[in-house]
């Protein structure tokens, strides 16, 4: 019998474990770890089969390792918080267990998004005959696959990429969060880089946008180029690119908060002192601010994600749009969860599916794009994310 453990129950984790659960022959056993055990509980309550709950603080090896023997399972998909990832990642080799992710590493102090720290585990995994899969979630995650589709079938050789990320979904609130909101708020406050010539090319946050018309009626939204993580894999994995740049949508409403809020400091990661206590501000701030978890019976509207390819294909230039649209109510009448965490969660049980049924199973380290996207792309039309490609677009970007 095949058994995961997932660690982390907030949005994602709660997702992964209504899909994991959906498929009995696939993931056999389910174990739900996480830092607060009612969390666990409370998901474990909703799934249609029953299923193990564990507390864990994913901080401490030691703590990871004796779970990790304990219950043995085959693959540990972590979708607790970035900070977690390098221990997960060294309880994983302590107890022989592949493992799985949706986001890069982060140190607690500095926001990188950057996968050097990762990378460096390559010979480790390779030595123990294990697997880590990085950034499976949507974005990264489905739009590494979604490139590395087009480039297979659709192009000999690929110029630029642009992934476009539109959340045309209201919560009713003036400012909130669809994911956990530090790491949000931090990838929306970094600078901008995007990919120009064989060169990252640093500009002020949020200093581009453009409006971009959704297909299916789905809407016009302004989009704003920011860095995005899968940019650096897949500039490193797809040298023929030119340029690669990603863009997300966002309200005004949205983005007045988020400068109020950098202006006044509480968007800050490093710590400050209040009455004799070290706080940080931007922790502070995700405990006033809507838990994610709760958006999903108040949101409406959809998601729009997917990626604009240009390239050559048998000496004819060309460029391509392949993209899935997602329903908010849709997804919590499905799982109790909205668009954004339903996205992630998908693809991480795909991609977990992936490795357990041996498509993609193979030591070391490794970024999606560099396996074989056939199998993923068919199981995201059968579990959920359904897409569509469109040849030369009657639109043109920045
Ligand atoms: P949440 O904040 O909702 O959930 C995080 C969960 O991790 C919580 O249950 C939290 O526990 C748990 N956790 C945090 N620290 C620890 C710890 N030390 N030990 C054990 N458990 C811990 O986040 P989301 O579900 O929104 O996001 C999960 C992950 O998915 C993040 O890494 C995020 O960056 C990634 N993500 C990826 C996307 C993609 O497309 N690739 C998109 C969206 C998210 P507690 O409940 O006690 O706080």
């Not at 949706?102 to 294990?130: C, I, M, S, V």
């Not at 041996?358 to 792309?377: R, S, T």
Request: charge should be negative.
């Amino acid at each position: 019998m095949n058994k995961v453990m997932i660690i982390g129950a907030g949005g994602v984790g709660a997702v992964v474990a209504h899909k994991c659960a959906q498929l009995p022959e696939v993931f056999g056993e389910i174990v739900l770890a996480s830092r607060t055990l009612a969390k666990c509980e409370a998901i474990a309550a909703q799934l249609p089969r029953s299923i193990k709950t564990a507390c864990v603080d994913a901080d401490n090896v030691p703590e990871l390792v004796a779970l990790l023997r304990a219950e043995q399972p085959l693959l540990v998909i972590n979708v607790a918080l970035p900070y977690q990832d390098l221990t997960i990642m060294d309880a994983c080799l302590e107890a022989g267990v592949h493992y799985m992710d949706t986001a890069n590493y982060e140190p607690l102090d500095t926001a990188k998004f950057e996968y050097h720290w990762q990378w460096a585990y390559r010979e480790k995994f390779e030595q123990a005959g294990l697997m880590a899969l990085l950034g499976c979630g949507f974005d990264p995650g489905a739009t590494n696959i979604f490139t590395a589709y087009l480039a297979k079938h659709y192009f000999d050789e690929i110029h630029t990429l642009d992934i476009i990320d539109v959340n045309g979904g209201d919560h009713g609130y003036p400012f909130a969060t669809n994911f956990n909101p530090e790491i949000n708020i931090r990838e929306v406050t970094a600078e901008c880089r995007h990919w120009e010539d064989g060169a990252f090319v640093t500009t002020p946050a949020m200093s581009l946008k453009q409006s971009f018309t959704c297909p299916e009626g789905v809407g016009s939204y302004n989009i704003y180029r920011m860095y995005h993580e899968e940019l650096e894999s897949l500039t490193a994995n797809f040298p023929t690119l030119r340029r690669a740049q990603f863009w997300m949508s966002f309200g005004d409403s949205y983005l007045k908060h988020l400068e109020v809020l950098g202006n006044v400091g509480m968007t800050g990661i490093a710590p400050v002192e209040f009455n004799g206590q070290q706080i940080v501000p931007i922790q502070f701030l995700r405990a006033l601010l809507p838990d994610p978890a709760s958006l999903g019976p108040r949101t409406v509207g959809k998601t729009c994600i997917g990626c604009v390819v240009s390239g050559v294909k048998d000496g004819q230039q060309k460029t391509v749009y392949l993209y899935n649209i997602k329903d908010h109510q849709e997804c919590y009448a499905e799982v109790q969860s909205q668009a954004i965490s339903y996205t992630t969660g998908v693809p991480a049980m795909i991609g977990a599916k992936m490795v357990l049924q041996g498509h993609w199973l193979k030591p070391g380290v490794w970024n999606v794009e560099q396996l074989d996207p056939d199998p993923f792309m068919a199981d995201l039309n059968a579990y959920g994310l359904p897409w569509t490609v469109v040849e030369n677009p009657d639109f043109t970007l920045v």
